[in-house]
């Protein structure tokens, strides 16, 4: 059974950092892009961060940049999302991605991905 796995999310106060993972089983995503999106209460999921299927490039989301790093470790099949400077708008579900494309480049474009992780809570208090 193909699984992203996330973990890592908790309660942090404003200014805090978190460290978010998602482990893949069942089959390897090494040569895809990976994304994080996430779901705030009564919003739509939304583009976090992607690095393509090497590693090599990575894009954010404007409210993330300077704050969150995307990175993946190849040989261990795991993504990270280090979330530095926490904000009370970065509460929601966050949740792992495995794209579709083949030697893919980063993308923001949800479509671009069809399989998704369980989810992780992150909540920042003000």
């Known amino acids: 059974q193909v699984q992203l796995v996330e973990s890592g999310g908790g309660l942090v106060e404003t200014g805090g950092s978190l460290r978010l993972s998602c482990v893949t089983s069942?089959?390897?995503?090494?040569?895809?892009?990976m994304g994080w999106f996430r779901r705030a209460p009564g919003k739509e999921r939304e583009f976090v961060a992607a690095i393509s299927w090497i590693g090599s490039r990575t894009i954010y989301v404007d409210s993330v940049k300077e704050r969150f790093t995307i990175s993946r470790d190849r040989a261990q099949n795991t993504l990270y999302l280090q979330m530095n400077n926490l904000k009370p708008e970065d509460t929601a579900v966050y949740y792992c991605?495995?794209?579709?494309?083949?030697?893919?480049?980063?993308?923001?474009?949800?479509?671009?991905?069809?399989?998704w992780g369980q989810g992780t809570q992150v909540t920042v208090s003000s």
């Open positions: 069942g089959r390897s995503f090494i040569m895809y892009p």
């Open positions: 991605a495995a794209g579709t494309k083949y030697q893919g480049a980063a993308t923001r474009y949800i479509n671009a991905y069809n399989t």
